[in-house]
Structures are given as C-alpha cells and as structure tokens.
C-alpha cells in the first residue's frame, strides 16, 4: 500500500535523524517577534563556524510563549533539553557547551523534555505551566517541522484517517461514536 511506503521512508528519515545531534528552533510567530530569526542566523553560523555536526530544525512553538525565543537541543541516547530567553550570546554559550563539549549548561536550561533526567535541570512536567498537562494534540510542537510533512507522518499523523479507509462506513461512525467526538464549532454538541 502507498501509505505504508509513506510511513516507512518518514520513519526511517526520523531514525537517521534522531540519530544525530539537532537544534529545533522556535521560529513560529511568537518566536519572530522575539527575533528568533536574527537567532537562527547566529546559530547556523556558529554551529558552522565550529566545525560542529547537528542538523537545525525550524518549528512551531513548544508552547510556554513567554519564555521565546527558545531552542531546544537533542543529542542521540541523552534527553532533550529547552533553553529559553535565548540570547545570540547565551546560544553561542549553549552550542560551544552542549554541542561542543557535552555539558547542557544547566544554568541556562529551562527544562528537560521526553525520557531521562539531567541532573540540575526540572523536567518539564515538573513546571507549574506544563504540570498536569496532557498534551495530545500537540504533543509535537517544538520538536517537527512544519515545513516537512514526513516529521508528521513518522509520529503517527495520518494514523487516525489510515485505520478508517480500512473499515466500513458504519464502523468508521461507530468507533467516533464510542469515542465521544463532539462538534468542532465551539458548542460541543455530540457527533451524531
């Protein structure tokens, strides 16, 4: 089938990536107004100027607005790891650090996101905004691209609409039913 193809080469283009160091920046319209383009810049030409290997992604925001401009670094087998309030002088502070040397600069990190822990550094489920949150819908934001469909798709985008092209009709309105869908208008009327 063409979809599985098309889930297949994403997954494996977020493998290669995962593999590898990355530098997501937030350069949604909160982060451009928080000059996360002049930001962008700077750490393309520094992480060039050094010599350093890390592929830089543009993104959406993470979500905590107030703390933008933000970059948030991954480094394959260690935790990611969200720096806000970002300087073009603490980013060069952060990429020598962190990229350059091992050492997250616990005193400019803000959290630690996904598995694992750094020790000097909160998780970000332990930050009175994020804590409680469940974040389902936007559970990506930060960390894919906007711009590259295959990010979407290797963490479960299009799932949803794959599994009902493989049902009937009735079973596709069935199992919304079961899940208790209401409407999108903003009355929240029950999908009938």
Known sequence: MEFEKIINDATAEWT??????????????????????????????????KGLNAEIIETGSFGFVNIEPMI????????K????????????KIIEGY??????????AFCVVGEGKIKGINNFTEIPFFKGQVRTSLRNCGFISP??????FANGGYNGLAKALKMAPDDVIKEAQKAGIKGRGGAGYPMK
């Open 16 to 49: 290669e990536l995962s593999n590898r160091p990355v530098v997501y920046v937030g350069t949604s319209t909160c982060g451009c107004t928080s000059d996360a383009s002049s930001l962008l810049k700077k750490i393309r030409d520094g992480i060039q100027e």
């Open 72 to 79: 948030i670094v991954s480094k394959p087998g260690k935790p």
């Open 81 to 92: 790891v969200c720096y806000g309030n970002v300087t073009n002088e603490s980013a060069m």
């Open 99 to 108: 990229l350059g040397k091992d050492d997250p600069m616990t005193d400019l």
């Open 147 to 152: 711009d590259n469909i295959n990010h979407y």
